[in-house]
């Protein structure tokens, strides 16, 4: 039997940074939601624990044996080492470092369907200790719902209610690193930043009083990111100037930005638009729950 898990793109659609830790970590607030679009992972019970990794951009994915599909499976296996596994296939159509969660996603979507090949709940112990070994992201992606995520990415809230979202995501086809656009906010050990705090989001919230609350919320990393990466600046110019656009922002340390939308329509006006413009660029109008 082959199991299958869709991996959606993980969008921050606010992330405030609250300050650094002593020991190094950054401490965060941010509401994430998933999108439509995603990776692919397939699962065949029985064999050997392999990866194979094919797709549009699976030449950037890296080492198959370095994936974070095969650590999140080991660091299941060193906490129930009786687990059942088996060999993964995953499809890989989301850019790589691009801010989208996509690695985290994948991993946390191995855990989902080792879960169900063994009768785990995906709320488990020690299911979520090994989503926490695996990565900072890969926690809030193990159930894909809109929900706020704080702390270093170990902190979640309920799963949120929030009415669709229609949007336009745009990565330059660049990969930035996370650790570097940190490197650039300079923030010390023990440093805490005070610029606001985070707007109120509620459940079922009407869709006018959630765009009120994202315009008052922003993503501390963008100015960092946009100075390690001149693209990300074009592409936030090209959203804000889209007809239509509610709101325009990088989801988290880039360089894939998101634009909201009323209505799908528009959204894919908007998406049909950028892509007749900007050839080059990975260009996707989605839904963002």
Same mark, same amino acid.
């Given at each position: ?198 707007? %109120? ?20 990393? %963008? ?67």
């Amino acid at each position: 039997m082959t199991r299958h898990a869709r991996a959606p793109a993980k969008i921050n659609l606010t992330l405030h940074i609250l300050g650094r830790r002593a020991d190094g970590y950054h401490e965060l607030e941010s509401l994430t939601a998933f999108a439509g679009v995603c990776d692919h992972l397939y699962f065949e019970a029985g064999a050997p624990l392999s990866l194979t990794v094919e797709g549009p951009t699976a030449p950037a994915a890296g080492a198959n044996d370095d994936n974070l599909v095969l650590r999140a499976a080991r660091n299941l296996l060193e906490r129930i080492p009786a687990a059942r596994t088996g060999a993964f296939r995953l499809v890989k159509y989301l850019p790589v470092a691009a801010g989208v969660g996509g690695g985290s996603s994948d991993a946390a979507a191995a855990l989902r369907l080792l879960c169900d090949e063994n009768g785990l709940t995906y709320d488990d112990a020690r299911v979520l200790a090994a989503a926490r070994a695996t990565g900072a992201d890969v926690p809030v992606c193990l159930q894909p719902h809109a929900r706020m995520m704080a702390g270093v990415g170990e902190k979640l809230g309920p799963a949120l209610d929030l009415p669709p979202l229609c949007a336009v995501l745009v990565n330059p086809r660049i990969a930035v690193e996370t650790r570097a656009v940190f490197a650039k906010l300079g923030l010390q050990a023990g440093q805490a930043r005070s610029f606001g705090r985070h707007p %109120e989001i509620g459940q079922a919230m009407a869709r006018a009083d959630l765009f009120a609350a994202l315009r008052k919320g922003r993503n501390d990393m %963008e100015d960092a990111a946009g100075i390690l990466a001149r693209q990300i600046v074009d592409v936030l110019a090209v959203l804000s100037a889209a007809r239509g656009c509610r709101l325009a922002r990088m989801s988290g340390s880039g360089a894939t930005c998101f634009a909201l939308f009323e209505n799908r329509r528009a959204a894919v006006a908007a998406a049909r638009s950028v892509r007749r413009s900007r050839p080059d660029w990975w260009v996707k109008a989605t839904v963002l729950r």
